[in-house]
C-alpha cells in the first residue's frame, strides 16, 4: 500500500501444477476513486520467466466491493475441505484408508487484499473443488457439496468471470 500510496490493495493468483509450474496473477490497487489492475505472468518451470504487463484502469470495483461486501462472512467462514472419497472402514490386506485423494497436478488459488479497514488472505486448492475424480462414478468427492457452498468459492468464481471478460476486452501490454 505505501509503495502504491493506494488507499486499498489486493491481488489474485491462480498457480498451476503439470509439467511446468504457470502463475497468472493481478494486482488491484485504489486510489483517489480509481481502481487500476496490474497482470503478472510468471512461469517457474521449466525456464523461470516473469512478465509484467502495463496497469490499465477499470471501470469497475468489483474487486474491493465483491470482497469487502462479504468481509464478516468470509472472515468467519470455515476452511474448504479436502477432496475426500468415502470408504470401508477396512480395506484389503487389513489396512485402514482415510479416502483423502493427493494429486501432483492442480490449479491453486491464492487471494489477498488489504485496506484500512479489511485485511484479507486465502488461499486454497481447486482440486478440492471437484465432484469426481475424472469421469469416476465410484470416486466421489464427500466434500464437493460443502465445498461450492462456501462464500471463497462463490467469490473466486465472480472474480474469474470478472478477469475473463476485462481478458476479453483488453490486450495487456508487456513492460519493457
Same mark, same amino acid.
Given at each position: 500500500?505505501?509503495?502504491?500510496?493506494?488507499?486499498?490493495?489486493?491481488?489474485? #493468483?491462480?498457480? &498451476?501444477?503439470?509439467?511446468?509450474?504457470?502463475? *497468472?496473477?493481478?494486482?488491484?490497487?485504489?486510489?483517489?476513486?480509481?481502481?487500476?489492475?496490474?497482470?503478472?505472468?510468471?512461469?517457474?518451470?521449466?525456464?523461470?520467466?516473469?512478465?509484467?504487463?502495463?496497469?490499465? *484502469?477499470?471501470?469497475?470495483?468489483?474487486? /474491493?466491493?465483491?470482497?469487502?461486501?462479504?468481509? =464478516?462472512?468470509?472472515? %468467519?467462514?470455515? *476452511?474448504?475441505?479436502?477432496?475426500?472419497?468415502?470408504?470401508?472402514?477396512?480395506?484389503?490386506?487389513?489396512?485402514?484408508?482415510?479416502?483423502?485423494? #493427493?494429486?501432483?497436478?492442480? &490449479?491453486?488459488? $491464492?487471494?489477498?487484499?488489504?485496506?484500512?479497514? /479489511?485485511? =484479507?488472505? %486465502?488461499? /486454497?486448492?481447486?482440486?478440492?473443488?471437484?465432484?469426481?475424480?475424472?469421469?469416476?462414478?465410484?470416486?466421489? $468427492?464427500?466434500? =464437493?457439496?460443502? $465445498?461450492? %457452498?462456501?462464500?471463497?468459492? *462463490?467469490?473466486?468464481?465472480?472474480?474469474?468471470?470478472?478477469?475473463?471478460?476485462?481478458?476479453?476486452? $483488453?490486450? /495487456?501490454?508487456?513492460?519493457?
Amino acid at each position: 500500500m505505501t509503495e502504491l500510496n493506494a488507499e486499498k490493495v489486493g491481488f489474485t #493468483r491462480k498457480s &498451476c501444477t503439470g509439467f511446468g509450474v504457470n502463475s *497468472e496473477g493481478y494486482i488491484f490497487w485504489k486510489k483517489d476513486s480509481i481502481v487500476k489492475l496490474q497482470k503478472i505472468d510468471f512461469t517457474e518451470y521449466p525456464k523461470e520467466e516473469l512478465i509484467t504487463y502495463r496497469p490499465i *484502469e477499470l471501470k469497475t470495483d468489483f474487486f /474491493f466491493t465483491l470482497l469487502e461486501g462479504k468481509r =464478516y462472512v468470509l472472515q %468467519k467462514e470455515k *476452511e474448504l475441505k479436502r477432496f475426500q472419497v468415502q470408504v470401508d472402514d477396512v480395506q484389503e490386506l487389513d489396512t485402514v484408508s482415510t479416502g483423502y485423494i #493427493r494429486t501432483s497436478h492442480s &490449479c491453486y488459488r $491464492n487471494i489477498y487484499i488489504k485496506s484500512k479497514k /479489511f485485511n =484479507y488472505s %486465502k488461499q /486454497f486448492d481447486y482440486f478440492n473443488l471437484a465432484k469426481s475424480l475424472g469421469h469416476s462414478k465410484t470416486e466421489i $468427492n464427500i466434500n =464437493y457439496e460443502f $465445498n461450492k %457452498k462456501l462464500k471463497i468459492v *462463490e467469490s473466486d468464481s465472480l472474480i474469474n468471470k470478472e478477469l475473463e471478460q476485462i481478458k476479453s476486452k $483488453n490486450k /495487456f501490454i508487456i513492460v519493457d
